[in-house]
């Protein structure tokens, strides 16, 4: 129960990169997010799925997993797990779609890209 509660913490921790890949793209549904991501740009490989519901389940290497619902509100989204809370934003780098977690209490992000 304890890594659990750990996995997006440490995912944050030691997945950083820029707060913003480009300008911040609306989020028109939480459906538009489902599939698989990837953390770019961290010290630490980690990945995410996302249902069309917004639930997700995310692996860090360590292989601490973490549950967590996103939800959109007039194209901005937020994210609640067991262990932290924050926004979601959405951009594009290279022709790549970014997801951004950012915690609200600042401790870390996390940027992953969506895999195709």
């Known amino acids: 129960m304890r890594r659990l509660m750990l996995a997006l913490s440490l995912l944050l921790a030691t997945v950083t990169g820029p707060a913003s890949a480009g300008p911040d793209i609306p989020i028109t549904d939480v ?3 489902a599939g698989d991501w990837r953390a770019v740009g961290g010290a630490s490989p980690a990945a995410i799925r996302i249902k069309p519901d917004g639930s997700y389940k995310s692996l ?3 292989e601490a997993k973490t549950i967590g619902k996103i939800a959109v509100i007039t194209g901005k989204g ?3 797990s ?5 926004t979601v934003t959405l951009s594009r780098d290279g022709g790549k779609e970014v997801l951004t977690f950012m915690r609200a209490d600042l401790k870390g992000t996390a940027r992953l890209e969506r895999v195709k």
């Open 31 to 33: 459906k538009s997010l």
């Open 60 to 62: 860090a290497t360590s």
């Open 78 to 80: 937020s994210y609640r």
């Open 82 to 86: 067991t262990s932290s809370e924050g």
